[in-house]
Antibody, heavy 125, light 110 residues
Framework: QVQLQQWGAGLLKPSETLSLTCAVYGGSFSGYYWSWIRQPPGKGLEWIGEINHSGSTNYNPSLKSRVTISVDTSKNQFSLKLSSVTAADTAVYYC???????????????????WGQGTLVTVSS | QSALTQPRSVSGSPGQSVTISCTGTSSDVGGYNYVSWYQQHPGKAPKLMIYDVSKRPSGVPDRFSGSKSGNTASLTISGLQAEDEADYYCCSYAGSYRGVFGGGTKLTVL
């Protein structure tokens, strides 16, 4: 059974860089894309981006200029960096297993399961 | 890429059925059979309830069902129970390896 555990700094000042890491336990790390999703307080979910074991990434166009997702296959971990944060980036950040494609790039799975426990990141001066 | 449109709230009495809609476009909901639904209780991570429009993961009660017509997907919960009270989010593949979520619907069990 795949489990995700995430961690990172929970309090940032404006203009700093958010940094979170998610570790994957059990199951296969390769073959899937691993996503970051966020949820501002009292609001809905927003997909941030994803990465696969080879380092191929896809990003939400609205955040692409500030987002970097990286992978460490030796540890079955992937990480999120979001630069130049503002109060609008205050949210609970989740990691999750998502997209799966064939070797030809055809999508054969698009849902998020399982999820990490979530990390509240607050941006405040 | 705009968020999918969901009603802000729905309600029903125990034992009744409720349906939550999720409206997108031909570029997301209408274009792919990759709609999923998530249940979120306060302070908890979302839980997958439906994937591929109408499939239920193991362990999800068959009271939960999904469907799609055109650019609108729907989640129906029959035989409402108190523990079904939660926020529900739809999600759709939107092409180019990107996804989009709905704004969420708060379900109140009266």
């Amino acid at each position: 059974q795949v489990q995700l555990q995430q961690w990172g700094a929970g309090l940032l000042k404006p203009s700093e860089t958010l940094s979170l890491t998610c570790a994957v336990y059990g199951g296969s790390f390769s073959g899937y894309y691993w996503s970051w999703i966020r949820q501002p307080p009292g609001k809905g979910l927003e997909w941030i981006g994803e990465i696969n074991h080879s380092g191929s990434t896809n990003y939400n166009p609205s955040l692409k200029s500030r987002v970097t997702i990286s992978v460490d296959t030796s540890k079955n971990q992937f990480s999120l960096k979001l630069s130049s944060v503002t109060a609008a980036d205050t949210a609970v950040y989740y990691c999750a297993r998502g997209l799966k494609v064939t070797i030809f790039g055809v999508v054969i799975r698009y849902w998020f399961d399982p999820w990490g426990q979530g990390t509240l990141v607050t941006v405040s001066s | 890429q705009s968020a999918l449109t969901q009603p802000r709230s729905v309600s029903g009495s125990p034992g009744q059925s409720v349906t939550i809609s999720c409206t997108g476009t031909s570029s997301d909901v209408g274009g792919y059979n990759y709609v999923s639904w998530y249940q979120q209780h306060p302070g908890k991570a979302p839980k997958l309830m439906i994937y591929d429009v109408s499939k239920r993961p193991s362990g999800v009660p068959d009271r939960f069902s999904g469907s799609k017509s055109g650019n609108t997907a729907s989640l129906t919960i029959s035989g409402l129970q108190a523990e079904d009270e939660a926020d529900y989010y739809c999600c759709s593949y939107a092409g180019s390896y990107r996804g989009v979520f709905g704004g969420g619907t708060k379900l109140t069990v009266l």
